[in-house]
């Protein structure tokens, strides 16, 4: 009998073991113009009571378990944050990844350049400092300004021309044009680090984001990410890469356009794995679609369509 009551019992927990993992997740919410981070986040409408969506990403990411997915509001306001994901809290199982959910929001890292950073330094050409020394964009109206580089070794920047920048010796330099002062121009800059970093995570899906304006990457799987995937992504005017894939990270990249990012558009390096189906690189020169320093990358359903024909570092 005894014997009897503990095979029921070890039963009962094999039982629920697997009952537990594959419970369904919760839809979380988050809206940066309607939203609150002292709401509950379990739905996308406030309705007052602190019910209604988080304000933030990173709050909703604070309260999210594994396999939950989260729903981020499209708004004319973009989410500027800087987010890891990370451990089992941001993953999921095979049959139930976390899901962040952008619907076509912009996630961007970029910030203005006040006129009090400006010094001059020659004539029309103006200066100011960066916390990064290297990876870096300027961006003239929200879009990358021409940039020329700066020579290695060289003691004294390049020669620009108008609305033309350079990154040299740890400072940004532009020429303005004739009579102008950089304030007259809408200057903004890489500011916040990344845009998303993934490490130790399994099991999950970012898709339909806009990442921009990070000093370093978009989105970087730094270590550990298994069964990751990133799809539908826009990933641009980052300083180093637009999604940059390492370690021992296994990575899906599906139906991404990544251009106009300062060192690369795609980095691979370590151990990683990296599946490119249908994606957009857009080549340049001096940023190629694809900077491989180790790791493992496989094209599936054809290759990624690459254009070299757009404008951009001298």
């Given amino acids: 009998m005894r014997l009897r009551v503990e095979l029921i019992a070890v039963c009962m927990a094999l039982a629920i073991g697997p009952t537990v993992k594959t419970a369904v997740g919760r839809d979380l919410f988050v809206n940066n113009e309607s939203g609150d981070d002292a709401n509950d986040g379990l739905s996308s409408d406030a309705s007052g009571q602190r019910k209604g969506p988080f304000r933030s990403i990173a709050r909703a990411l604070r309260a999210a378990r594994n396999g939950d997915h989260i729903h981020i509001a499209k708004t004319e306001t973009a ?28 996630l961007d890292g970029a910030d203005i350049l006040s006129p009090d950073q400006w010094e001059a330094a020659g004539p029309d050409l103006f200066r100011c400092s960066v916390e990064r020394k290297s990876s870096h964009v300027l961006f003239l109206d929200g879009k990358p300004a021409q940039r020329r580089r700066a020579a290695p070794g060289e003691t004294d920047p390049p020669n620009l021309d108008p609305l033309e920048w350079c990154l040299h010796d740890g400072q940004i330099y532009f020429r303005v044009e004739p009579g102008k002062l950089p304030w007259a121009y809408a200057l903004s800059h890489t500011a916040l680090p990344v845009g998303i970093t993934l490490y130790d995570v399994r099991h999950l899906i970012v898709r339909d984001l806009v990442i921009q304006g990070f000093a370093l990457d978009g989105i970087n799987a730094h270590d550990g990410a298994s069964d990751a995937r990133l799809a539908g992504l826009t990933c641009r005017g980052n300083g180093r890469s637009g999604i940059s894939i390492g370690g021992a ?31 957009d690189l857009i080549d340049h020169p001096l940023a190629p679609a694809l900077d491989r320093q180790g790791g493992r990358v496989e094209v599936e359903s054809g290759v990624a369509r690459v254009s070299a024909d757009v404008p951009g570092d001298r």
Avoid: M, W
Wanted: aromatic residues 6%; neutral net charge.
């Fill in 79 to 106: 989410y500027r944050e800087s987010l890891t994901l990370q451990a089992e809290r941001h993953g999921g199982v095979e049959n139930r990844p976390f899901v962040i959910e952008g619907h076509g929001a912009v």
């Fill in 249 to 279: 990270s296994r990575v899906r990249v599906e139906g991404c356009l990544v251009g106009d990012n300062g060192e690369s558009q795609v980095r691979v390096e370590g151990f990683c794995r990296a599946r490119l189906v249908n994606c």
